[in-house]
């Protein structure tokens, strides 16, 4: 594709990358590990573990799976716990094994548990003693074959391990009961790995790394196909565009996004391990008192999340009292930033929030804006070195600078599709090699991409994708219930909610009914906050419902 722009960008922002400078991210956390050796690599409720510990406890794990196990490379497990150390642990451990890291939702309900761990054909789940029970209700259904649990406390300090456990089971209550009589856990699983050999796989660059799960543009969620040469790539392009800002070993980035989203996982777990950084792993970034007492604690230099939560906290009267004199990077990703919360958030900090682009296809970075930005622009910046953007028409054609259509992107971080999907993944991958995103934007005259709108009928909540078809599946499922649509409603916290119409079989069904019902099978951010009931829906000349004119009355409303 022609890009005249491209000599007018930001020195260094489009530089190509070496993506062969590392055969996999085994190699990768390798060289990190021994050059950092001694610095603190993850910290979590005052508990640090430095990249030797971190070295050593994930090369235990490692042998713990192949060996205890006896799983193979190339077999899937699946992590299933909020930000916690035991997470990095495992995470590296299942990569050194030459196995599939499947990140799951901890707040996933069982249903949506039991199709991913299928879809995905998880043999083995680490999961916090917490969603324990969730697991319990549909481990039985599943391929999982070995379960190992552990408690939220469980590598801290024997004093502290005791009392963190004891208080989030008995006094807050946050452990329900569950029956998994064959589970271990992870602290006896390190134990037994630290006395087993480890046997280092081949591990090649297009071996898989991760089954990362989305609904893609449109329909039941499914497991995105990463690479380890993609998502090496996706570090390494994150770093082109942020090098000269961050300094090799000397950065504090703080992780409030959990680690199993795709952003996070990038950007905040593997570049900051690339670039010998340390990493805050904030447990419950809800908390937001306990949050901003955690930031006063450490003289943090990077810093990232979704909109809804730098909203939170420039509304928190406490965090006017943080230091902010290290910081240098804030960036917002996963939903749009807005002009109000970027406005305020560098008038309190005196530092600048970006925000980047980027889709769980694509390792997840796709643009990014620049550091030396003068304030929030409303764009989502440049594409990152090495990654090419096309806007296209509906028929297929490139347009010009200026006008508005979908965006498609081509680059080594670009997945190899989905998971046993080969129609799904034609549908987004052409035979180019070039992802059609779903995303319709447009580029200015100096470069800057902008996201207009959505293709498709997904709706995002706090960062979160929520595909109307599985609303709806779960919303008929009621008996009283004929026919549903679900669409997005802007919302100023959370970007959008979701709202759902609905034709009724018998009407005695009423909002607070349907709401309960969809609590069951739902998780939290994908349950309809807005119901509104109908006689009829409005349908094309085939029968098909159309979001599309619903979406329009609630704009105009």
Same mark, same amino acid.
């Given at each position: 594709?022609?890009?005249?722009?491209?000599?007018?960008?930001?020195?260094?922002?489009?530089?190509? *990358?070496?993506?062969?400078?590392?055969?996999?991210?085994?190699?990768?956390?390798?060289?990190?590990?021994?050059? /950092?050796?001694?610095?603190?690599?993850?910290?979590?409720?005052?508990?640090?573990?430095?990249?030797?510990?971190?070295?050593?406890?994930?090369?235990?794990?490692?042998? /713990?799976?192949?060996?205890?196990?006896?799983?193979?490379?190339?077999?899937?497990?699946?992590?299933?716990?909020?930000?916690?150390?035991?997470?990095?642990?495992?995470?590296?451990?299942?990569?050194?094994?030459?196995?599939?890291?499947?990140?799951?939702?901890?707040? /996933?309900?069982?249903?949506?548990?039991?199709?991913?761990?299928?879809?995905?054909?998880?043999?083995?789940?680490?999961?916090?003693?917490?969603?324990?029970?969730?697991?319990?209700?549909?481990?039985?259904?599943?391929?999982?074959?070995?379960?190992?649990?552990?408690?939220?406390?469980?590598?801290?300090?024997?004093?502290?391990?005791?009392?963190?456990?004891?208080?989030?089971? #008995?006094?807050?209550?946050?452990?329900?009961?569950?029956?998994?009589?064959?589970?271990?856990?992870?602290?006896?699983?390190?134990?037994?790995?630290?006395?087993?050999?480890?046997?280092?796989?081949?591990?090649?660059?297009?071996?898989?790394?991760?089954?990362?799960?989305?609904?893609?543009?449109?329909?039941? $969620?499914?497991?995105?196909?990463?690479?380890?040469?993609?998502?090496?790539?996706?570090?390494?392009?994150?770093?082109?565009?942020?090098?000269?800002?961050?300094?090799?070993?000397?950065?504090?980035?703080?992780?409030?996004?959990?680690?199993?989203?795709?952003?996070?996982?990038?950007?905040?777990?593997?570049?900051?391990?690339?670039? &010998?950084?340390?990493?805050?792993?904030?447990?419950?970034?809800?908390?937001?008192?306990?949050?901003?007492?955690?930031?006063?604690?450490?003289?943090?230099?990077?810093?990232?999340?979704?909109?809804?939560?730098?909203?939170?906290?420039?509304?928190?009267?406490?965090?006017?009292?943080?230091?902010?004199?290290?910081?240098?990077?804030?960036?917002?990703?996963?939903?749009?930033?807005?002009?109000?919360?970027?406005?305020?958030?560098?008038?309190?900090?005196?530092?600048?929030?970006?925000?980047?682009? &980027?889709?769980?296809?694509?390792?997840?970075?796709?643009?990014?804006?620049?550091?030396?930005?003068?304030? #929030?622009?409303?764009?989502?910046?440049?594409?990152?070195? $090495?990654?090419?953007?096309?806007?296209?028409?509906?028929?297929?054609?490139?347009?010009?600078?200026?006008?508005?259509?979908?965006?498609?992107?081509?680059?080594?971080?670009?997945?190899?599709?989905?998971?046993?999907?080969?129609?799904?993944?034609?549908?987004?991958?052409?035979?180019?090699?070039?992802?059609?995103?779903?995303?319709?934007?447009?580029?200015?005259?100096?470069?800057?991409?902008?996201?207009?709108?959505?293709?498709?009928?997904?709706?995002?909540?706090?960062?979160?994708?929520?595909?109307?078809?599985?609303?709806?599946?779960?919303?008929?499922?009621?008996?009283?219930?004929?026919?549903?649509?679900?669409?997005?409603?802007?919302?100023?916290?959370?970007?959008?909610?979701?709202?759902?119409?609905?034709?009724?079989?018998?009407?005695?069904?009423?909002?607070?009914?349907? *709401?309960?019902?969809?609590?069951?099978?739902?998780?939290?951010?994908?349950?309809?906050?807005?119901?509104?009931?109908?006689?009829?829906?409005?349908?094309?000349?085939?029968?098909?419902?159309?979001?599309?004119?619903?979406?329009?009355?609630?704009?105009?409303?």
């Amino acid at each position: 594709m022609d890009q005249p722009w491209i000599n007018n960008l930001p020195d260094g922002v489009l530089a190509d *990358i070496d993506a062969a400078q590392y055969s996999s991210l085994v190699e990768m956390f390798e060289i990190s590990v021994a050059k /950092y050796a001694d610095k603190p690599a993850f910290i979590n409720m005052g508990a640090t573990l430095t990249y030797r510990k971190l070295e050593e406890r994930s090369r235990a794990f490692a042998a /713990y799976l192949q060996n205890e196990l006896k799983l193979e490379k190339g077999d899937r497990v699946a992590l299933m716990m909020p930000n916690v150390l035991q997470y990095p642990i495992a995470l590296f451990g299942i990569l050194r094994a030459g196995m599939v890291v499947v990140n799951v939702n901890p707040l /996933y309900t069982p249903r949506e548990l039991k199709h991913q761990l299928n879809d995905s054909g998880a043999k083995a789940i680490v999961v916090v003693s917490n969603f324990a029970r969730t697991l319990e209700k549909v481990v039985d259904e599943t391929t999982v074959e070995s379960v190992i649990i552990t408690g939220l406390g469980d590598l801290l300090s024997a004093p502290k391990r005791t009392l963190v456990n004891f208080v989030v089971k #008995y006094i807050k209550k946050l452990v329900p009961k569950y029956d998994l009589p064959h589970a271990i856990s992870m602290r006896l699983a390190l134990q037994k790995g630290r006395r087993m050999q480890y046997i280092k796989p081949e591990v090649e660059p297009e071996d898989l790394a991760f089954l990362q799960y989305t609904g893609g543009t449109t329909g039941v $969620s499914k497991g995105a196909m990463l690479s380890h040469a993609n998502v090496v790539a996706n570090v390494l392009q994150a770093d082109g565009a942020y090098n000269p800002l961050l300094a090799n070993g000397k950065e504090f980035m703080v992780t409030a996004l959990p680690l199993y989203h795709v952003f996070a996982l990038t950007v905040n777990c593997l570049l900051f391990i690339h670039k &010998g950084g340390k990493n805050l792993l904030i447990t419950n970034p809800r908390d937001i008192p306990g949050f901003i007492a955690e930031l006063k604690k450490y003289p943090f230099t990077a810093i990232t999340g979704v909109n809804t939560l730098f909203n939170a906290l420039v509304h928190n009267e406490e965090f006017k009292n943080v230091d902010f004199s290290k910081l240098k990077l804030a960036m917002g990703g996963g939903m749009a930033v807005q002009r109000a919360v970027a406005d305020e958030w560098q008038q309190i900090t005196k530092t600048k929030l970006l925000e980047g682009y &980027g889709l769980t296809e694509a390792s997840p970075l796709v643009t990014c804006c620049p550091y030396d930005l003068e304030a #929030y622009n409303g764009s989502i910046g440049f594409p990152a070195p $090495s990654t090419l953007i096309q806007v296209r028409s509906e028929e297929g054609q490139i347009l010009p600078m200026g006008e508005v259509g979908e965006l498609y992107v081509k680059g080594p971080q670009v997945m190899q599709g989905y998971w046993q999907r080969p129609e799904d993944t034609k549908e987004v991958i052409g035979e180019d090699g070039w992802l059609s995103t779903g995303d319709i934007g447009r580029m200015d005259e100096k470069g800057f991409f902008y996201i207009v709108d959505r293709k498709k009928d997904m709706i995002l909540v706090s960062g979160f994708n929520v595909f109307p078809n599985e609303v709806e599946d779960v919303v008929v499922l009621h008996p009283k219930v004929l026919e549903a649509a679900a669409v997005g409603v802007p919302h100023d916290v959370s970007g959008e909610i979701v709202k759902i119409f609905v034709v009724a079989k018998d009407k005695s069904l009423n909002e607070k009914e349907l *709401i309960k019902h969809c609590r069951m099978h739902l998780t939290g951010y994908k349950i309809p906050k807005l119901v509104e009931f109908r006689d009829e829906l409005p349908k094309s000349n085939v029968g098909k419902i159309l979001r599309r004119e619903l979406r329009d009355e609630v704009k105009k409303a």
